[in-house]
């Protein structure tokens, strides 16, 4: 029967707590991974809802009668269009 040497004992004692901490390490890592990836779910699904109310509105004003009127407006608030020989004043804003 052999002996075993002290040696391997403090040897097979580093390797296991070597795998330990290596598994350790791995697990960390792994949960950072996943909470990093569920907070970027999260702000996509936000963007989705997002997109999804701007959808609705947009189908809601195309299936309205006043689409004349939607367009006519967006004309005058979002790109400033005018009647020819129209003026239009703006109050200042301080």
Known sequence: MLK?????????GVAVTA???YAFGVF???????TKQ???????????ELVEQQNDEYAR???TEDEDEYMFR?????LGYAYPNETRFY????
Do not use: C, D, G, W
Not at 74 to 78: G, N
């Open 19 to 21: 795998l330990f901490v």
């Open 28 to 34: 960390v890592s792994t949960q950072s991974k996943i």
């Open 74 to 78: 967006m004309a005058v608030e979002k």
């Open 38 to 48: 569920k907070n970027e779910l999260q702000k996509i699904k936000e963007q989705i």
């Open 61 to 63: 004003i195309l299936n």
């Open 4 to 12: 075993k040497h002290p040696l391997s004992y403090y040897l097979s």
């Open 91 to 94: 109050p200042r804003i301080k």
